[in-house]
């Protein structure tokens, strides 16, 4: 009933009289299940993972080759004036106020 990832039941009441258990599913809606039924308690595999850094430029490259093409990022200032409105010029400087409302001309 919950076999997604970071999906789980909760046990709420016992009733031994009429072998029945009341279980709280993920959704908020609520089941009554036989006492007897057996459930599979387990651990993702690879949990964690994603929290150790990746310390080199090379870890990086290769887990976005394979995903997607974000990686690596590059500052519009350091790019040319035809590929970002701030790019070009003699210094890596925007050469207009960032801080403007949108709807300013």
Known sequence: FARAYLNYGTVISHHSDTGKSWI????????VLDSKARAVVVIIAGGGRTEKPLLKAGSAYHKYKVKRNCW???RGEAMNPVEHPHGGGNHQHIGHPSTVRRDTC
Do not use: D, Q, T, Y
Request: zero cysteines.
């Open 72 to 74: 690596p990022k590059v």
């Open 24 to 31: 709280n599913l993920p959704s908020g809606s609520k089941k």
